[in-house]
């Protein structure tokens, strides 16, 4: 939702449009980054139940010394827009460098099936209907139609993903009869 309707979200909690409009592309950048940043905990958690932290613990510390200097870099060349780029960029780099190695070592064959059953399919249908919503958005309403187009959307945004989740999917078809 942040990503998608940033300007309106900091709108509503500043009630300032020039602040919403000013903060909104990097608020927009940094909820990516950190979104980004949250495929890495289901991993993170079953590198911790096998008792191995060592590769998490090495590529976060490559990761670290790596992103200090980027991020001064990027920030001076581009501002601030340069450091909000520099947080996705390093929340990428575990997630590419980590699923792979520890799927070497752990769940060798789940790889394909996590990244396409668990992230990309709930992903996308939460991305298909942030696109949508932000398309059909009614612009220039008052404050309580704007919160209502939002919760619409988030309830619609939720859906989705629990129907582009095999085990939620299969959960809710299997209780529907019943109800």
Known sequence: MLIF????????????AETAYNVAPYVTLLTIGYAVNSFIFIPYA???SFGRTKLYFNILLVTFIVSVPSIILLATRFGAI????SVIIFNVIPIVVL???MHLRILHDQMWKWIWQDVSLPLTGAAVIGFLGRYF????????IVIIQLGVIVSLTFGATLL???YSRNLIL????TI
């Open 5 to 16: 309707f940033s300007r309106e979200i900091v709108f509503l909690w500043q009630q300032n």
């Open 82 to 85: 340069g450091a909000a780029v």
């Open 46 to 48: 079953l590198e911790l």
């Open 174 to 177: 299997e209780k529907l009869p």
């Open 137 to 144: 958005f009614v612009y220039n309403t008052s404050q309580p």
């Open 99 to 101: 699923i792979p190695l």
């Open 164 to 166: 582009m989740t095999k």
